[in-house]
């Protein structure tokens, strides 16, 4: 009974449907292929279009595209818990909360290409520390990362950080020449989403913990850290525009990461475990070893995050 209603939902929402085994399929409004290729099993609470590779589940698609009422008749049916307070005023509020202005930062003077003519030591031991960590040239233009061969930040790679309208909002310098001191950034706020400007909205997310894996990543955001503030800019915006989000933290940031999954899975945030092990970091890995797992990464229920909870307190 119930899987009759769901899909009297989401015949309302995508139309007429076709059955082949336990799939159910829809045209995909996504693509709008003239075919029924979106596949829908309920089973699972999975989505998958064979044409424009969209994938998710079923809750975000109904989320998305449903009316109120379909998405109140969807939480009945599949006991997802109600909409907090937060993620309303988050989402329906008419005039956005003041907020201080973000402050912008400036590179350092000595700021240099790596992608000029200029085949000097310096820049071959800088490109090589960039090629061990598996980032090529294409990684380079499209972060604009550059290096200083003087002055306060001599012998460290920079990866700037741009905000919406282009500014530069902070900067990650990481020492390439065996500098005692790893990273020397800048003394501002760390509350920023790490190069917005790139960030497709419309796209699943991963969330790593620094910038050298975000790079090798698509459509990643470094949280420069291992924790995530529900007051933060970031755990805002993934609110506001509800994406899916890929966690894909360290393996030693385990229980700080389950306490991040706990606070999306609040506000209805479709989440999936990428795993780590036996790599340090996502960025240990190669380019295609992380799109492998990513695409076989695992669903988060409330009662997955319930079941570790309780793991986790032992």
């Given at each position: 009974?119930?899987?009759?209603?769901?899909?009297?939902?989401?015949?309302?929402?995508?139309g007429?449907?076709?059955?082949?085994?336990?799939?159910?399929?829809?045209?995909?409004?996504?693509?709008?292929?003239?075919?029924?290729k979106l596949?829908?099993?309920?089973l699972?609470?999975?989505?998958?279009?064979?044409?424009?590779?969209?994938?998710?589940?079923?809750?975000?698609?109904?989320?998305?595209?449903?009316?109120f009422?379909?998405?109140?008749?969807?939480?009945?049916?599949?006991?997802?818990?109600e909409?907090?307070?937060?993620?309303?005023?988050?989402?329906?509020?008419?005039?956005?909360v003041e907020?201080?202005?973000?402050?912008?930062?400036?590179?350092?003077?000595?700021?240099?290409?790596l992608?000029?003519?200029?085949?000097?030591?310096?820049?071959?031991?800088?490109?090589?520390?960039?090629?061990?960590?598996?980032?090529?040239?294409?990684?380079?233009?499209?972060?604009?990362?550059?290096?200083?061969?003087?002055?306060?930040?001599e012998?460290?790679?920079?990866?700037?950080?741009?905000?919406?309208?282009?500014?530069?909002?902070?900067f990650?310098?990481?020492?390439?020449?065996k500098?005692?001191?790893?990273?020397?950034?800048p003394?501002?706020?760390?509350?920023?989403?790490?190069?917005?400007?790139m960030?497709?909205?419309?796209?699943?997310?991963?969330?790593?913990?620094?910038?050298?894996?975000?790079?090798?990543?698509?459509?990643?955001?470094?949280?420069?850290g291992?924790?995530?503030?529900?007051?933060?800019?970031?755990?805002?915006?993934?609110?506001?525009?509800?994406?899916?989000?890929?966690?894909?933290?360290?393996?030693?940031?385990?229980?700080?990461?389950?306490?991040?999954?706990?606070?999306?899975?609040?506000?209805g945030?479709?989440?999936?475990?990428?795993p780590?092990?036996?790599?340090?970091?996502?960025?240990?890995?190669?380019?295609?070893?992380?799109?492998?797992?990513k695409?076989?990464?695992s669903?988060?229920?409330?009662?997955?995050?319930?079941?570790?909870?309780?793991?986790?307190?032992?």
């Open positions: 009974m119930s899987e009759t209603k769901k899909l009297d939902i989401l015949r309302d929402i995508l007429a449907y076709s059955r082949s085994g336990n799939e159910y399929l829809f045209k995909c409004p996504f693509c709008n292929h003239h075919k029924k596949s829908i099993n309920l699972k609470n999975k989505i998958k279009c064979w044409i424009c590779d969209r994938a998710g589940s079923t809750h975000r698609l109904v989320k998305r595209l449903g009316s009422i379909q998405q109140q008749k969807w939480k009945e049916l599949t006991g997802i818990v909409v907090t307070e937060f993620e309303k005023i988050i989402l329906e509020q008419a005039t956005p907020q201080e202005p973000e402050v912008l930062v400036e590179l350092p003077d000595e700021f240099e290409s992608c000029n003519n200029n085949f000097s030591l310096v820049n071959s031991q800088a490109i090589g520390y960039l090629s061990k960590r598996g980032i090529d040239k294409g990684d380079i233009l499209r972060w604009k990362i550059r290096h200083c061969t003087s002055g306060k930040y012998g460290r790679i920079i990866v700037p950080s741009f905000n919406m309208d282009g500014n530069v909002n902070y990650i310098a990481r020492s390439y020449d500098n005692w001191m790893k990273y020397k950034n003394q501002e706020s760390k509350d920023i989403i790490f190069n917005e400007l960030v497709d909205w419309d796209s699943d997310i991963v969330l790593t913990e620094g910038v050298f894996d975000a790079i090798k990543i698509e459509n990643s955001i470094p949280i420069l291992s924790t995530l503030r529900e007051d933060s800019k970031l755990f805002q915006q993934i609110i506001k525009h509800d994406p899916a989000v890929y966690m894909a933290l360290d393996p030693d940031a385990e229980t700080k990461e389950y306490y991040m999954i706990e606070s999306l899975l609040k506000y945030v479709e989440v999936y475990k990428i780590i092990k036996p790599y340090k970091d996502a960025g240990e890995m190669s380019k295609e070893e992380f799109s492998n797992r695409k076989n990464a669903l988060i229920k409330n009662t997955d995050y319930l079941l570790m909870d309780k793991i986790l307190s032992i």
